[in-house]
């Protein structure tokens, strides 16, 4: 991969990537640095895709992983989701947000990857390493409490 | 519930698109990240250079014990070097085999380096590669009761018609040519705890004088006119001045004497510091004391000890 490519992949990812980052993360700082790291993971082994899709789909199992690791440390385990400001204009829009990042994880991540990015269960399914059925369970449960939340 | 769903995913889109990364921190994530990517293709590069220079010492390194191996596994050649009596006597047959084995002057660098032996460029591309012997046989440097023999050979290097490089050697008595005058070694005596070899100038219709090369110090070499000569002999670089002559017949005894430079006046009479047939040994079991310092095993210029200009002759010695 040249410099071009590497450019390339990195616009077309870099704000889809770094968005799941802070939907693990709950925060911008260590979202960059995942984020940073992802593609830094991608220049390291050399990576080469097939398609777009498959570049779209490697990127955000890579940055999954690199922030599951993250959350792991246990100085993750105190931070807080009230330090992010700045994060949207509209106030309705950062409220859902911070409802959002209050959800478990493995509800949050299925309901990004869903309504933000398109994907269908089974596809959820094979990035997160979970059954379509646990994937289709983890997305209702996941509206179900939302849904709570917003009324 | 298609309602709810279509409401979910409306409120997430929003959500989410307010997660924005600032331009700034991307386009500084974007050089860090193409940065390494360029850090990574040096990276690349030295890890080739040094791939390859790690390839070429190993390669070079097990040429060089190829050719050491092979040369400690061969036969040894029979030569004209003898030691009188003593050729059966068991020995080291290590030096003699580099000896033969020399045909470049890579090999004569490895043969220099790999063994007790050591070379001497007499002129360029002209070397004498000398081994020494211990009673046993075995190889040593020249050290005080032990060095029983020496052996070497007159190697040459030079591109000749074809352009390849060729080789010439001598081993003992072989003559050998430098340049217009026709050297033949008559062998090596041990005078004051220094091995000298005896070479006698072959050329016709020139001066037949000697050359006594000091092998323990070189720079003690000296000339000395063939004693028949009845010619001015001087001496050139060193304080005491050798003789050398050799009796009638095929094994005539060979005389080595010395004359005192201060003592130009004094003709006769001068002591006789070694005698013994000739030419048909080399040395064997002679003591020497005192000349391990000869051991070198660097290629140094002694063309000037041997044949460099600017020499003249001491009157020679009646014996």
């Not at chain 1, 792991?72 to 330090?83: A, G």
């Not at chain 1, 094979?126 to 059954?131: D, N, P, R």
């Not at chain 2, 029979?78 to 033969?100: W, Y």
């Not at chain 2, 670089?237 to 201060?262: K, M, Y």
């Amino acid at each position: 991969m040249d410099e071009k490519q590497i450019s390339d992949i990195y616009e077309r990812n870099v704000d889809r990537i770094y968005r799941l980052c802070f939907s693990y993360l709950k925060n911008k700082d260590d979202a960059f640095d995942a984020m940073q790291n992802t593609f830094f993971r991608m220049i390291q082994k050399k990576k080469t895709f097939d398609s777009l899709e498959h570049e779209k789909a490697w990127l955000i199992v890579c940055a999954s992983n690199i922030c599951k690791n993250i959350l792991t440390h246990w100085w993750r385990k105190n931070v807080s989701i009230e330090e992010n400001d700045g994060i949207g204009e509209c106030r309705e829009d950062r409220e859902f947000l911070m409802i959002l990042l209050k959800l478990p994880s493995k509800y949050r991540i299925p309901i990004y990857l869903r309504y933000y990015e398109g994907y269908n269960s089974m596809e959820i399914g094979k990035m997160m390493g979970k059954s379509d059925a646990t994937i289709r369970g983890w997305l209702k449960k996941g509206r179900e409490l939302l849904g709570k939340e917003i009324g | 519930m298609i309602n709810m769903e279509d409401n979910i995913r409306d409120k997430v889109v929003r959500a989410y698109d307010g997660v924005v990364l600032d331009n700034a921190l991307r386009q500084s994530a974007k050089n860090k990240i193409l940065a390494k990517e360029r850090g990574r293709g040096k990276q690349k590069i030295i890890y080739c250079i040094v791939a390859a220079a790690a390839v070429v010492i190993f390669v070079l390194g097990n040429v060089m014990l190829i050719r050491l191996n092979l040369g400690h596994n061969k036969e040894a050649p029979v030569t004209e070097t003898s030691s009188g009596g003593d050729e059966n006597k068991s020995k080291d047959n290590h030096s003699q085999m580099f000896l033969a084995d020399i045909r470049s002057r890579e090999d004569l660098d490895i043969f220099a380096f790999a063994s007790n032996s050591y070379v001497l460029e007499l002129q360029k591309e002209f070397y004498v590669a000398i081994s020494c012997y211990d009673e046993n046989g075995a190889e040593c440097p020249p050290q005080s009761g032990r060095t029983a023999k020496i052996e070497y050979a007159y190697l040459r290097f030079g591109e000749q018609e074809a352009g390849e490089k060729t080789y010439q050697k001598n081993f003992a008595v072989d003559t050998l040519t430098v340049q217009d005058t026709a050297w033949k070694n008559i062998g090596a005596v041990y005078i004051n705890d220094d091995w000298y070899e005896v070479r006698e100038s072959a050329k016709e219709g020139v001066d037949h004088y000697y050359n006594i090369f000091n092998i323990t110090s070189p720079e003690k070499s000296s000339y000395a006119r063939h004693p028949e000569d009845a010619e001015t002999t001087e001496h050139i670089r060193s304080n005491v001045i050798f003789f050398v002559a050799q009796a009638e017949g095929e094994n005539g005894c060979l005389t080595v004497g010395r004359i005192e430079n201060d003592d130009d006046e004094a003709k006769t009479g001068h002591p006789e510091i070694d005698s013994r047939q000739a030419p048909d040994y080399v040395l064997t079991y002679a003591k020497v004391s005192g000349a391990a310092k000869i051991k070198t095993s660097s290629v140094k210029s002694m063309g000037e000890h041997m044949f460099g200009d600017g020499h003249s002759l001491e009157e020679g010695k009646d014996i």
